[in-house]
Every structure is written in structure tokens, then in C-alpha cells.
């Protein structure tokens, strides 16, 4: 998931055989499908060609080519996205598996699953960059230089701290703010910046002691990004949580003004300024029931459901078709000196249960 503006980058399929789509970036023609893995090219200017495969805009495309590590990140960010999306949808009706039409219908409009779509991929491609510049992937970038700890007297800065400032310095340029007057552009670009947001909050200072019979009189501190999947688990809590927006019309030119939530529910937002100063995610629509098939989604029919977590809420009251099989999985596994591990072949009957139709 790389949120790419206008189209956040999204899952296209299901299962083993999905594949993942980096978007086209005019916002209106249906999200373009590539392989998850960039082919080798002998070609001493390769990534030129990788970052043309991407269908940037041209000022993305400039920046994709400036370092050859982009190119690669970006996919790599797509993929890691994608998979955090399913994972954290997987027991919801909506699971984060788009294909063919309900893809682009989704996109078309402002509900809260597309709000999760643009911040988990804005999310996913601020951490994949810094990441790739304190692994040495980048040309352009290296470990954070800028620790700014508390007690620098007693800490020794060293290890390589993950490059968080030029990492959202650069999502932030390529993401290009637009300076326009439609509402869902201005709600796209605040949940991208969302995305970003959520990472900066979970920066971590891992500290090494040294010194005799580790005193600890030294210590050796840099900064580490948190687990993506820790990403994953904020912003499906603020999808959860997010706020219905709005805006204020005006009735003679027909213009949308600021963006205001519902009654009750603290804006701070200012004339001055079109989006809502919240860390929230925002949407403008309601989402569908995602129960059965329509233009977001194939429903529910068929869904694997766990019968004492989820089944009814995903089967949307039709009920559950129960499967018995038999399946053999390795079991009473023990460690052999030296070097491997020996496992039994235990048989059991396992339940299926799945969405009636």
C-alpha cells in the first residue's frame, strides 16, 4: 500500500493467485496491475525504465529517477501496504480484497475504507523509505543524523537510526500538495498525511550499554521506526473511529468551503484553513453494508467465517454452511542434537464455515 495521490495504492484479487496494483495517477482511469517485483534489466540506467513501469505523474517520475533505490521501495512499500490492509481486515465484511469494477467504484468515492486505503499506503511508503535509507539502499539518503536526545552528555549516538526526516520530507514532496477547491481531494490529502503522522508517533530510542561488567556508563542510542504491523493496528483503530465530514457551500457560487464535522464532535478547523486539524481519519460518504454483491464489493457469499468470532456479523444474518475435513499437520515436534527438528504426523477433523449465499 504506497498512497500515490489522487488513487491510493490497493489489493486487486484474492488469495494465493492476487496481485497488487500501483495506481495510475490522473484519478480517473482504473488502477494499472504489475507484478510485486521489479525485472532485472543490464541496462546501467534500469530504474529509469522501473520508475516509467510505475505510471508516476511527471514531477514523481523526476523524483523516482533521481536514486535508483526508489523504484524498489516504492513496490516494496505497495506489497507490505497491501498485506498489513488484508491482515487487519480479515475478519471483517470488507477485507481489503479489491478486483475489476468494485476497485474503482470504491475509489470513486469518500467512504471510510478508502480514507484506511490512502493513510495505510502514505504509512507504508514513509516507513519503507526510511527503512531503505538506514539499510544503505538509498544513493540520497543514509542513517538519521539528527538524534536530538535528551542527557546527549551521558549517550554516545551510534548504531543507525532510521531516516524518518527524509523520508517524510520526501513522501511529503510526492504526494504534492494541490492547492484546489474539491472537498475529496483536500479529505485524500489529509488522511495521506495521517499515514505519516502514525509513523513519526511510533519512533522508538533503542539504546546499547557499554562499559565494564555493563555499567552502562556509555550508551550507544539510535532511533528505530515501530513494527508495521503496530502501524497497521493505529489506523485500523482509527478507521473505527473516524469522523463524518462535510463542507459549507456557498449558495450563490455553488463552492465548497471548509471542511466541518458533525454537530457535537470538536472541528478545530479554521476558515483559513480547508482541512480539519485532527490526527483522525475523515470521509465524506457512508460505507456500504459490503453484505452482498453490488458495485464495492462481490459480498459475502462463500466467506470462510470462524464461528465463535465473526461468523454472524460477516454472514449478515443468512447463516452458516458447517464442512467437516480431515487434515494432517506435524505435531509433537522435538529439537535433535545436531541439527534439525523431528516431528510426528498427527491426523485431525477440523470444521469449515462459510457464508451462506
Not at 489522487?6 to 497488487?20: D, E, F, I, R, T
Not at 529517477?65 to 465484511?93: H, I, K
Not at 484546489?180 to 550499554?209: M, P, Q, W
Request: glycine content about 8%; overall charge positive; proline content about 5%.
Amino acid at each position: 500500500m504506497v498512497l500515490l495521490s489522487p488513487a491510493p495504492v490497493v489489493l486487486a484479487g484474492a488469495g494465493a493467485h492476487s496481485c497488487l496494483s500501483i495506481p495510475r495517477l490522473t484519478g480517473s482511469e482504473p488502477l494499472t496491475i504489475l507484478p510485486l517485483t521489479l525485472e532485472p534489466e543490464a541496462a546501467a540506467q534500469a530504474h529509469y525504465k522501473a520508475c516509467d513501469r510505475l505510471k508516476l505523474e511527471r514531477k514523481q517520475r523526476r523524483m523516482c529517477r533521481r536514486d535508483p533505490g526508489v523504484a524498489e521501495t516504492l513496490v516494496e512499500a505497495v506489497s507490505m501496504s497491501a498485506l498489513e490492509c488484508q491482515y487487519q481486515f480479515r475478519f471483517e465484511r470488507w477485507n481489503c480484497t479489491l478486483e475489476g469494477r468494485y476497485r474503482a467504484s470504491l475509489l470513486k468515492r469518500g467512504f471510510k475504507e478508502t480514507a484506511f486505503l490512502y493513510a495505510i499506503s502514505s504509512a507504508g511508503l514513509t516507513h519503507a523509505l526510511a527503512k531503505a535509507c538506514s539499510a544503505g539502499r538509498m544513493e540520497r539518503c543514509t542513517c538519521d543524523e539528527a538524534p536530538d536526545l535528551e542527557n546527549r552528555e551521558a549517550w554516545q549516538w551510534g548504531g543507525c537510526g532510521d531516516n524518518l526526516k527524509y523520508s517524510s520530507k520526501f513522501v511529503k514532496e510526492f504526494l504534492g500538495r494541490r492547492s484546489s477547491k474539491d472537498l475529496r481531494a483536500r479529505v485524500d490529502f489529509h488522511n495521506n498525511l495521517v499515514g505519516v503522522k502514525v509513523i513519526k508517533a511510533g519512533v522508538e530510542t533503542t539504546c546499547k550499554c557499554h562499559g565494564v561488567s555493563g555499567s552502562c556508563t556509555v550508551r550507544t542510542c539510535w532511533r528505530q521506526l515501530a513494527p508495521f504491523h503496530e502501524v497497521g493496528k493505529h489506523l485500523k483503530h482509527k478507521y473505527e473511529t473516524a469522523l463524518k465530514v462535510g463542507s459549507t457551500t456557498n449558495e450563490a457560487t455553488g463552492e465548497a468551503g471548509a471542511i466541518s464535522p458533525p454537530r457535537g464532535r470538536a472541528s478545530g478547523v479554521g476558515n483559513a484553513d480547508p482541512l480539519p486539524r485532527t490526527p483522525e481519519l475523515v470521509h465524506l460518504d457512508d460505507s456500504p453494508s459490503f453484505c452482498l454483491a453490488g458495485r464495492f464489493s462481490p459480498g459475502t457469499a462463500g466467506r470462510r467465517c470462524h464461528r465463535e468470532k465473526n461468523c454472524e456479523s460477516i454472514c449478515c444474518g443468512r447463516g452458516h454452511n458447517t464442512q467437516s475435513r480431515v487434515v494432517t499437520r506435524p505435531c509433537q515436534c522435538q529439537v535433535r542434537w545436531c541439527c534439525y527438528v523431528e516431528c510426528r504426523q498427527c491426523t485431525q477433523r477440523e470444521e469449515v464455515y462459510t457464508c451462506k449465499g
